[in-house]
């Protein structure tokens, strides 16, 4: 069982950048994969990157210039770095975790955070 966290939501103007962290409940979580969700208004819950536990990280496509995935292992939390961000970007953005471990394929999401709001707004 993993439970997940996430901080860092908030309101930014377009342009400016944020940073998500996703606490996880245990040291273990870098042998999961792991991934950032977002979900906008009206919209459906939209995958955004994903990082496996041999550290190969994927990104939905128009988003890798402007989105950094990656693992703070000192703290064994989840980061999400958005830079560059616009109004679109508008959103509540969720971690996940899968329950199996040490797996290069990611694609079952097993575990989920309660989620941080991003508002990008002049």
């Known amino acids: 069982q993993m439970t997940l966290s996430e901080t860092g939501g908030g309101s930014v103007q377009p342009g400016g950048s944020l940073t998500l962290s996703c606490e996880t409940s245990t040291d273990t979580y870098k042998e999961h994969c792991l991934a950032w969700f977002r979900q906008s208004p009206g919209k459906e819950r939209q995958w955004v990157a994903t990082i496996n536990a041999f550290g190969a990280m994927s990104y939905l496509g128009q988003l890798k210039p402007r989105f950094d995935i990656s693992r703070d292992d000192a703290k064994n939390r989840l980061l999400l770095r958005g830079h560059n961000l616009q109004p679109e970007d508008t959103g509540t953005y969720y971690c996940?975790?899968?329950?199996?471990?040490?797996?290069?394929?990611?694609?079952?999401?097993?575990?989920w955070g309660q989620g941080t709001r991003v508002t990008v707004s002049s």
């Open positions: 996940a975790a899968s329950a199996s471990r040490w797996t290069a394929r990611c694609d079952e999401w097993d575990y």
